[in-house]
C-alpha cells in the first residue's frame, strides 16, 4: 500500500485484520464503515477539531536528544585484567579477593552509570520572550531523576550566548527525586541571543564513568533597546508651513497620486504599480498626495568611521537609545514613525503608527550594527521615496559636514530636517561642533547638541520585565506597585 505524507490537519484510522475494535486516537473521527475485509484500510478525514491546549509533558516527553557514557580511565578494566588472568594461571586468595573488590565495584560503577543516562532528565523554562536592555530575565530548571540510583554530583552547563548571564551549576538528586532552581539575570546588553544548548554532566561516586546528556534545543531571546523618557527636543514639524499634526491613521492617504518611483523594501504592497513594474520589469509603487500629518522619518547614521566612545558609552549605543526613545515619543503623540538605517544591513520601515511599529523598530535596533556606509550615501538612496510633507530626524555623530550636502535636495522637496548631534567632548573626542552647527543654523535646519549625559543616567537602564516594586501603607503592609507582566513559564525543554 502506497502512504503519502498528509497535512497536519488530516487523520488516519487503521484497521488491521484480527483486531477486535478499532483503536483511533482520541481526535479522529469514527471510520465511515465497519468493512474487515481487506487486511488493513485505511480512512483519511479532515479533522475539524481544534488543537487541544498545551499541558505539562511527561517525563519520557523531556528525554535527551544526544546522550554518552564515557569510561574516564582504562586503568581499572585493565587491572580486572591482570587479576583474573594471575588467578587462572596462579590462584591465590589474594588476588581472588582483589578481583572480587575491583571487578564488583566495575560492575555498580557501570550499573550505576546506566541508570543516571537512563533515568536522569532535565526540564527548563524560562518567562518573558523579549526584554528591553536593563530587564531581568528569570529561568527555572528541573533536574528529574527516575532511578533508584542518587546522582551524588550532577553538573548543568548553559552554552547560551548573553553576555554575563550565569546559569550554570553544579548539584545533586537523589534517587526517585527531583530538584528544582530558578536562575536570575539582567540583560546588558542589546541584541538576540540564544538561551541554550545545555550539557548535564554525573558520575558515578567511584570515578569510573561520565554520562553526558545534552539538550540541543534553543530558543531567540531579543533585547531592544532602553526607552528613556527625553527633555523637551523640538522635533521641526512636517506639512504645510510647518502645520504637520498628528496622524489619526497611519493609513490616512488621499486619492490623487502624485508620482510613481521604485519600490523600495519596506513600502506597502498595496501602493505597488502593476502595470509599470511589468513593463519596466521592476516594481514600482504609487506615491500618494499625504495629508499634512507631518510623518517622522529617523535617520539613523551607522557610519563606522564616524562613531566615538567605546562600548556603552559609544555614539553608536546613544544614537541607538535615542532612535527608540524618539520613536517611542513620537508614536505616544499619534505620529507614523519610520526608520532608516544602514550599518551592516538596511533597515528601512515606513512611517506607521501603533505599537506593532514600536515593536518593529525596537527588534530592528536591536540588530543593527556600524558598517561602511555614510549618511551622505544613506541620504542620497533615500531621497527618492519622500514627498513634500515629511519630518526627517537625524541624528549622527559625523562632524566633518559632507552629509550637509545631501540634505539640500530634500529641503527643496519641502522636507522638514531636525539634526540631533552627539557633542564629541563628552564621549572622549577633542573635535569641535561648532563649525557644522553654524552651517545647520545658516541654513535654517534645526539643530540640537546632545551630550552623553543626557542618555547616561540612572533610568538609561529603565526595564522592568520580571522586576517587583512595592508601597509600604502606614500600617505596614506591603503592596505591589509594579509586577512583571507575564509570568507563565514557558518550556524550552
Known sequence: MDCNILPQKWSIVVYCKGKSKPRPSPLLFKPESNNRSHTACCVVRKASVATPPATKSPMKSIRPVITHRKLNSRLWPI???????AQLIVPYQGWFMLLVGLGGSWLIAYRWAIALERGLMLERERRFGWAQVGDN??????LI????????????????????????RVTGVGGWSRN????????????????????????????????????????????????????????????????GRARS????????VSNIRAYTPGDNLNSIHWKTSARRNKLYVRQFESMPSGDWWVFLDLAAQAQMGQGYNSTEEHGVMLAASLADKGLRLGQAVGL???????????????????????????LVKPGEHSLAELLYRARPAFGRLASLIIITADLEGAWVEAVLPLLRRGAVPTVLLFEPHSF?????????QAMLTHLG???????????????ARPGHEGEWEWRITPSGRAIPRHQPRDQTWKRLY
Request: hydrophobic share 40%.
Open 79 to 85: 587491572l580486572v585484567g591482570l587479576l583474573l588472568v
Open 137 to 142: 530575565i528569570e529561568e527555572r530548571f528541573t
Open 145 to 168: 531523576n527516575d532511578s533508584f540510583w542518587p546522582a551524588l554530583w550532577v553538573e548543568v552547563t548553559d552554552h547560551s550566548t548573553m553576555p554575563d548571564y550565569l546559569s550554570s
Open 180 to 243: 528544582r532552581w530558578q536562575v536570575q539575570g539582567r540583560c546588558q546588553q542589546r541584541g538576540v541571543f540564544t538561551i541554550g544548548p545545555t550539557s548535564v554532566y554525573a558520575g558515578d561516586p567511584f570515578g569510573l564513568y561520565t554520562v553526558e546528556l545534552f539538550y540541543p534545543t534553543t530558543t531567540a531571546l531579543t533585547v531592544t533597546p532602553a526607552v528613556l523618557p527625553l527633555p523637551a527636543i523640538t522635533v521641526a514639524a512636517g506639512g504645510h508651513n510647518e502645520g
Open 249 to 256: 491613521s497611519p493609513w490616512e492617504r488621499t486619492v490623487s
Open 340 to 366: 532608516v538605517a544602514q550599518g551592516q544591513e538596511l533597515v528601512w520601515l515606513s512611517p506607521y503608527g501603533g505599537d506593532t511599529q514600536r515593536q518593529k523598530i525596537l527588534q530592528a535596533l536591536a
Open 428 to 436: 572622549g573626542s577633542t573635535a569641535e561642533a561648532a563649525p557644522i
Open 445 to 459: 535646519i534645526t539643530c540640537h547638541l546632545i551630550p552623553r549625559e543626557l542618555l547616561d543616567r540612572p533610568e
